[in-house]
């Protein structure tokens, strides 16, 4: 049973947080948007194998441009600021860290493997909050006070995991140069200003 629950962990947890959960997020209200189609309507109880299967595919389609839009977040801001911070020594830790060959998988290894997963999470569940909010307020069935509570909700949701993002982002920055000491402390050449920088 534990070995179940250790290959649901690794094969199955990263893709559905990090690409299912968020094109799910983001096709939803459109989903609910043509289900007020009468057509729509008919075929989706008619074909209700074949629609789950078809919405699955979608949200993962969609999940994976998310994810392609989330890393260009990620490089484009969060790295950035770091990098500007620790004075270019985010980037060259991360480049260490991928070149490194681990003889024994240390278990911050697996801790920051999780973390990645959230960050995806966090930074592609906003961006499907842009684009799936609009099918709220086209939605017949929903009023305009219940459209604009979910709309100052998904917004409070956005906010927060932009913020989540950010320190998640800065935790596997910490975790990737702890996994790294070794290699500074035999001779990797790193300014000792930019240790102390990254240890704060």
Same mark, same amino acid.
């Given at each position: 049973m534990k070995e179940l629950f250790s290959a649901f962990g690794s094969a199955v947890f990263f893709p559905l947080v990090s690409l299912v959960l968020p094109g799910l997020t983001a096709i939803a209200p459109w989903f609910v948007w &043509? %289900?007020?189609? @009468?057509?729509?309507?008919? %075929? #989706?109880?008619?074909?209700? $194998?074949? $629609? @789950?299967f078809v919405l699955m595919l979608i949200s993962v389609f969609v999940g994976i441009v998310l994810d392609d839009i989330g890393i260009r977040i990620e490089s484009l801001?969060? *790295?950035?600021?770091? *990098?500007?911070?620790?004075?270019?020594?985010?980037?060259?830790?991360w480049w @260490?860290? &991928?070149?490194?060959?681990f003889a024994i998988e240390p278990s911050g290894r697996r801790h920051l493997r999780n973390l990645v997963a959230r960050l995806k999470?966090?930074?592609? #569940?906003?961006?499907?909050?842009?684009?799936?909010?609009?099918?709220?307020?086209?939605?017949? @069935? $929903?009023?305009?006070k219940a459209a604009f509570l979910m709309t100052a909700g998904a917004v409070a949701l956005l906010v927060y995991l932009l913020t989540e993002a950010t320190a998640t982002h800065d935790t596997l920055g910490k975790l990737r140069?702890?996994? =790294?000491?070794? =290699?500074? *402390?035999?001779?990797l050449s790193v300014p000792e200003s930019n240790r102390l920088q990254m240890s704060k």
């Open positions: &043509l %289900m007020g189609s @009468a057509g729509f309507q008919k %075929m #989706v109880q008619q074909n209700h $194998t074949e $629609t @789950a801001w969060l *790295d950035r600021r770091r *990098d500007s911070r620790t004075k270019g020594l985010h980037l060259a830790e @260490a860290y &991928l070149r490194k060959p999470f966090e930074l592609g #569940v906003p961006v499907a909050l842009v684009l799936g909010v609009p099918g709220i307020w086209l939605n017949r @069935a $929903t009023g305009s140069h702890e996994l =790294l000491r070794e =290699l500074w *402390d035999v001779g």
